[in-house]
């Protein structure tokens, strides 16, 4: 069943990893970060796809070893796409595909006793 509503609880979690809000959640945010993680064995635990972005071999492809590794995949319209994602326009790309993942460290919270790496 597609997710159409942008009020969704989904779509709510996927919009709060973007913006950081969310405790030890990650967006990954492409196919090419999604497929990344996966080749990294990282844990992803949700993946929304766009009807359009599926017809894509690369993304049915992608969708298809997301399914293989327990991922649910998520079919959303193009407007929630645009919501889920923080890049503009998002549901136009042709790979739109967006996951969550558990987030590995936070900057914030590490530890750093020696010198800045920025100045």
Request: glycine residues 4%.
């Amino acid at each position: 069943m597609t997710i159409t509503s942008r009020h969704n609880p989904l779509v709510a979690r996927f919009r709060d990893a973007a913006r950081g809000d969310a405790d030890a959640v990650m967006l990954l945010d492409g196919a090419h970060l999604v497929a990344d993680a996966l080749a990294a064995n990282v844990a992803i635990h949700v993946a929304a796809v766009t009807a359009a972005a599926l017809e894509s071999p690369a993304v049915h492809e992608l969708a298809g070893r997301l399914s293989q590794r327990g991922v649910e995949i998520v079919p959303v319209s193009a407007p929630v796409m645009d919501a889920i994602s923080p890049v503009r326009s998002a549901a136009l790309c042709p790979m739109a595909v967006s996951a969550c993942t558990t987030r590995m460290f936070s900057i914030s919270t590490t530890a750093w006793a020696g010198e800045p790496l920025l100045w």
